[in-house]
């Protein structure tokens, strides 16, 4: 049940000192080390099926994540490893999921594409496209009627824009004024369709307008921008319960999927070289050092943790045995 | 006991539920101000408000995931189809959200909702409102699927179904809302799921049948039972989880088997009752299971015709003399 | 196929002379007297089912169709029986598809609820609210591969705008320009749920703005009103195939269904009675009379063809036999 | 006759029927610039150009609908599903418009459009993109149901499809797409639907099944035929319209029957199969008609679960024996 928490604060998300930048650079970090690291177990066959990479689009998540209170929800579609680590998940359990291993987020039933973990209210890892945006109003419902203060980040791409259950669901959290906090990573393509192919109106902000919600665009390759764009979000949802619509501008540098490697069919070489220069992680680095918030040496070490998390996480997957041949009956209805 | 009618009965568990659990809570059409295209939510608004007795737009895959993600995070939706034929609508969100969710998540998120409302065919609603839904239904691991015939069964069910916590599909229907019967009030009564149960005892044939069906194939009955002929009536109350045991136990009894079904009977339900008597009850049987059921078209809109898309009461006596009179020569 | 047909020019809304007087009147009192004669036939139980009265609304239909050439289409939901016969389908036909005789539109099979007639492409009559929107962008879409200049009127009420589907059709038509006329009904109540307790946004015209099409806002009172907006509208939809957005402001007098005949529980009875001072037959009879269109003596003659046409409608339907009972399992397939 | 994959026989087909008749065209998501997720469209947009190969944003009940909408008006719309698994969006405008239309019109207006895509079973893509599809069509009258599983059905009935004047839902799998086998070059090579084939003729046994699952079975019955089990395997390739007589025909010479299934087994096409059977070869029936089917649970991504999900050889192989032993002792 949605708890009723004393409403503690969420950190404003005002300056920023070096703990907030560490935080900051060390989630995207991990996060990008996490995917390349799937990356190279997918090619070597300890994946299996679909792998979709979060690479270039870090900054969304962490920043979003980084005003969250750990009992607030979030959601996502099937690219959501980063969504699910930045909300708090254990990499080894989202590894040994990724790894089909009886110690995964799911047990190894869910896969990459459906991760879930209860101990930090991430709620999945949905892979019908629009499919979670009706979910979501629902979490934050529940929210509602239960008169409690957290709000639900609902993480979904350009690609669910076109699709009836957005409307559906910009609709009923306007008209019932549901705490959702719509995040649209608008990385330009759904699979190998560019928006303009998919939408009327590009400008994915605006359909928020029609239905009365706060609504804006931010660039989603500044961490810092995401995290005071969802701040305000944030604020508007815990005490008026004022649901908001965000685009995330953000790119991914990878190919749809494992599957579709290149991604080079629908977009060209060159756009994709110019896009990595807004690379989050090199962009924020770069900031935290001029800025002084971190040293060298902080990166350094940082990279360092980063990479032995990974390692770590990579070889409990690898350590965690395949799932009871009988779980392939149990989860299937829930006993009284 | 009290007499009351099946629609009343269902209104009665709705609020019994409501009171027990101020988790449950009802949404869809027309449910509150309106108080029910069919009046099953008559009152509820009034008795608990509009943030328990929530209406909502024309968006059966929103509110349908509405009440799929309160479900996730606690709450106990009954989801109101104004009539199941709209249910299509949020087929995704039922099959691939609600049915798989406790599965896919490893155990960590079930999804305790009843989406609820008529379903079958109505009088002269024609081709896209008139027709048996719950073939979508039945065959989906996740899910569970009750078809109540009766009053009692109505409330029984519908308790069972709020308590439960799965996701339960649960098909009404238009032309039993009037019917009168009678219904324990005692809060607590419940019936479960899963429990099929003999409608009349009979010793030459097992007859299965829900709903107006199997009103219709009691009426075959008795007048049958006039021509000397005994027929077991079954009643499954619940497609999924079907109770399997207890029409195999009434078959290895009569060893004749006739399922009746108001759908278009390829790949219906009868389908599966049939292929299961015959697949455990095979050496019992002394003739074929014959399945009696709605042409395979849509629904007409001609009161004729609509009257010979589903199987009469005659189409029902013939098929149980022919399997009695079958080997039995 | 979507005929390919010389352009003939559709006549221009500008002036309007007794003629037109006369053939705006005739339609509308046409419709309203089928209606009425369809309630009493419903309660004399020769109609089952669901019966939805336009009655009230006549000058939506009416206004629409009088730019339209017959060989453009329309199409319906359920409350279709003034799209179709002001489309030109033959009230005997009509009715006696109501009354689900083997003469009927749709050889009885439809009822109510699916008036077809391909003589005049009216294409239904659906029951499923939102759904016959999809279907109207894909007759936009086959006059555009064909090539041809007919347009696509799309009749959908107030309550088929939070569907996801109709998302999806304005999306679609705005991006690849489909000659489809969206007139959405608003007669401000879908059954018992008023529009601001459907829609976060009640202005539904504004909705068009957002996917980038012309939209705007009509009487749907003022029969004249509706034929030159639509008329703007099949203009720019014949040249250049661009969509419109219009939303009729008009109301139901009579209840939902027959099965809601008071329809009161969701509003007023004022508000009926106040409404009823827009009756768009009255308002349209007494501007025809001021303006000189039309004298007592037309009106009374049209009020008597009208009627006459109505009884012989009904004489007809009565008349005409059951469908055969094999009809049951014809049309279930087509027969290459 | 060419070698080529069942991937090449679709594409083949496609352009085949379009250079044919300029009024089918494809659409779909990615069926352009992407020439197709699973790349069924190679080439086709290069052919034929934008206006005949549509590629649509992600609204499966939008660009269904348009297609439903082009086919009354006269064009014959090839629907791509990226696969089956979104089809349930689409699923009203399947089921309420598109198979009913033609009788709700008083057959005035037909909608002659192909649904296309793979479906079933695919490789640890768990519950959500793994599952068989086919059980939300087949029971609906109004559309026809095809299953082809070799590159040459592929062909003919995706032509025959084609060219059909009511909507055919025509479902592929992701793991037969590199199936290599024989095909007929002729443009006008068609295989009719409603027609299943007898893929190995045998005496002791009739097995029923199709798409991945035949190759299964006829592995089993190689196996068998060792052991002096003689099968005969018969795909139905078509599951509406049934071709019942084929079956019955085979079980009539063979007095056993096992139907070999790769989704969930309740209620299921093998159900229906399994009824059938019994109802019009009961005499000649020497043991009950057994199935084999997946397992009533979700898919699981695991690859051990995945693999315990869908019939194995063995199982068939089980299957076959018991009930070939079965009543012949
Ligand atoms: C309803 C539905 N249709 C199609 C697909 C196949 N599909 C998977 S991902 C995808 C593209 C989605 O793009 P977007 O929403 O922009 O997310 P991104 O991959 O860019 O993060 C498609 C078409 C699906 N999963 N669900
Ligand atoms: C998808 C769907 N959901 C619910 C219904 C039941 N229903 C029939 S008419 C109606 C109200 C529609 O109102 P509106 O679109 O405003 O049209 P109006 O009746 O006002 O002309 C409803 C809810 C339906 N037919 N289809
Ligand atoms: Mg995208
Ligand atoms: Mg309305």
């Known amino acids: ?336 | 006991m009290a007499v009351m009618t099946y629609r009343e009965a269902l209104n009665l568990a709705l609020r019994e539920e409501m009171r027990r659990d101020p988790r449950v809570f009802v949404i869809g059409e027309e449910v509150g101000l309106y108080e029910g295209a069919y009046k099953v939510t008559q009152g509820l608004l009034k008795e608990f408000g509009p943030q328990r007795v929530v209406d909502t737009p024309i968006a059966e895959s929103g509110f349908t995931g509405v009440g799929i993600g309160a479900a996730m995070v606690g709450l106990r939706p009954v989801v109101e189809m104004m009539t199941f034929n709209f249910a299509l609508l949020a087929l995704d969100q039922i099959v691939n959200s609600a049915a798989k969710m406790y599965y896919m998540s490893g155990g960590q998120y079930n999804v305790p909702i009843v989406i609820r409302g008529p379903g079958g065919p109505a009088h002269q609603l024609a081709a896209q409102h008139s027709q048996s839904m719950e073939s979508y239904f039945y065959h989906v691991p996740g899910l569970k699927v009750v078809r109540p015939s009766t009053p009692m069964d109505a409330k029984g069910l519908l308790k069972s179904a709020i308590r439960d916590d799965n996701p339960v599909i649960f098909i009404e229907s238009e032309t039993l809302y009037a019917v009168k019967g009678e219904v324990p009030e005692d809060p607590d009564f419940l019936i479960p799921l899963g429990q099929a149960i003999v409608r009349r005892e009979g010793t030459d044939v097992t007859v299965v049948a829900y709903m107006g069906m199997m009103y219709r194939a009691m009426e075959a009955a008795e007048e049958l039972a006039r021509e000397g002929i005994s027929v077991e009536l079954v009643d499954p109350r619940t497609l999924r989880p079907m109770d399997v045991d207890t029409i195999i136990a009434s078959v290895r009894k009569t060893h004749r088997a006739v399922v009746v079904e108001a759908g278009a009977g390829f790949a219906g339900m009868g389908s599966e009752i049939s292929a299961f008597i015959q697949e455990q009850a095979f050496d019992d049987l002394d003739a074929p299971v014959e399945r009696v059921t709605g042409a395979n078209a849509p629904m007409p809109y001609a009161r004729n015709l609509e009257r010979a898309k589903t199987p009469s009461k005659e189409r029902i006596m013939e098929a149980i003399r022919r399997v009695c009179y079958a080997g039995s020569v």
């Open chain 1, 1 to 336: 049940m949605a708890q009723k928490t004393e409403a503690r604060k969420a950190p404003a998300p005002a300056a920023v000192d070096a703990d907030l930048a560490r935080r900051l650079l060390y989630d995207m970090m991990l996060i990008r080390r996490f995917e390349e690291k799937a990356a190279e177990a997918y090619a070597l066959g300890k994946i299996g099926g679909f792998l979709h990479l979060y690479i270039g689009e870090e900054a969304v998540a962490v920043g979003a994540s980084s005003v969250l209170r750990r009992d607030d929800y979030a959601i996502s579609a099937y690219r959501e490893h980063g969504h699910c680590l930045a909300k708090g998940s254990d990499p080894k359990a989202a590894m040994a999921e990724l790894f089909g291993r009886r110690d995964g987020l799911s047990r190894g039933k869910g896969g990459s594409m459906h991760l879930f973990d209860r101990r930090v209210n991430f709620l999945g890892g949905h892979a019908i496209v629009g499919a979670h945006l009706p979910i979501a109003a629902g979490v934050g419902f529940a929210i509602r009627y239960e008169g409690g203060d957290q709000v639900c980040v609902c993480y979904f791409g350009d690609g669910a824009v076109p699709q009836g259950e957005f409307h559906e669901a910009m609709n009923l959290s306007a008209l019932w004024k549901l705490p959702v906090i719509w995040i649209c990573e608008n990385n330009r393509y759904a699979m190998g369709t560019a928006v303009e192919r998919a939408l009327s109106q590009t400008e994915i902000w605006k359909f928020g307008q029609t239905y009365g919600i706060p609504s804006e665009a931010v660039d989603g390759m500044d961490v810092l921008a995401v995290r005071e764009a969802v701040g305000r979000a944030v604020a508007r949802a815990r005490t008026d319960k004022t649901p908001t619509l965000l685009e995330a501008r953000t790119y991914r540098f990878r190919g749809h999927s494992m599957r579709d490697p290149a991604g080079a069919v629908y977009r060209t070489r060159e756009e994709v070289e110019r896009e990595k220069q807004r690379d989050p992680i090199l962009l924020f680095r770069e900031r935290a050092l001029t800025a002084g918030w971190l040293t060298a040496a902080d990166v350094r070490g940082i990279e360092k943790d980063v990479s032995d998390r990974i390692d770590e996480a990579v070889a409990f997957a690898d350590g965690s045995p395949e799932p009871p041949v009988e779980w392939l009956m149990t989860d299937v209805y829930k006993e009284g």
